[in-house]
């Protein structure tokens, strides 16, 4: 069965350090998305990718946070210099993106990074 | 406004029996999609089930059914016949319209399993 790809799966650094988030979608899958998630809360979208287009990044604190993905397939998101609230859980979703599906557009995860910023 | 909400922070139910889980949105669009996911405490997000606004039955997928009351905007998630597997968090999300691919999310209700 096809899955979302993300390493690494845990991540601890120290404030002022920078990270790097990588995820590989499902095989196929136009759209990707960046998410990050708070414990015990939904999760907050970063950026949205169609292929290699970032269709938004409104929330993404452009400042300290990059999202790229060159070839229209895996993805990375880095985080320079990380903050003590960018503790989270990180995760990638992807989802066929194709026109036509509509509302029923489905989106798979990957198992997600925890970070910990010290 | 809440356009999804949850009104359920956690529940506690006896393995075996069936749980539902609320779920009401808020939209104008005539066409929506819902969903429900599950987050166990390993934290990877598992798609359980979708409902769309024009779908004349409810979803049901295995254990797991959709109780949706369009006039109410109610979308409420039935796992029938509960089990330690189950717990877990629970998020209901939306999608407004057929062409932003983005999800709405709640705030999720922390569902624990009783043996």
């Known amino acids: 069965e096809a899955e979302v790809a993300q390493s690494p799966r845990y991540k601890i650094t120290e404030k002022s350090q920078a990270v790097a988030f990588w995820c590989d979608p499902i095989?196929?899958?136009?759209?990707l998305y960046w998410y990050r998630q708070i414990l015990g809360q939904g999760p907050e979208l970063l950026v949205q990718f169609q292929d290699e287009s970032v269709v938004d990044d409104s929330q993404l604190p452009k400042d300290r946070f990059s999202a790229e993905r060159l070839k229209g397939v895996d993805s990375t998101l880095k985080i320079q210099p990380a903050e003590l609230g960018d503790s989270a859980m990180y995760l990638c979703?992807?989802?066929?993106?194709?026109?036509?599906?509509?509302?029923?557009?489905?989106?798979?995860f990957g198992p997600g990074t925890r970070l910990l910023v010290l | 406004a809440q356009k999804i909400t949850q009104t359920q922070p956690g529940m506690f139910v006896q393995e075996k029996e069936a749980v539902t889980l609320d779920c009401t949105y808020d939209t104008s669009d005539p066409s929506y999609g819902l969903f429900w996911y599950k987050q166990p405490s390993s934290g990877e997000m598992i798609f359980l089930i979708y409902?769309?606004?024009?779908d004349q039955q409810n979803a049901t997928e295995g254990r797991y059914s959709l109780n949706f009351q369009k006039a109410r905007k109610s979308a409420n998630l039935v796992i029938s016949a509960s089990q330690l597997g189950d717990s877990a968090m629970y998020f209901c999300?939306?999608?407004?319209?057929?062409?932003?691919?983005?999800?709405?999310w709640g705030a999720g209700t922390k569902l624990i399993i009783k043996p």
């Open positions: 979703a992807s989802s066929l993106g194709v026109g036509g599906s509509g509302s029923r557009e489905t989106q798979y």
């Open positions: 409902q769309g606004s024009y």
């Open positions: 095989s196929g899958h136009a759209t």
């Open positions: 999300a939306m999608r407004e319209g057929d062409s932003n691919y983005q999800l709405i």
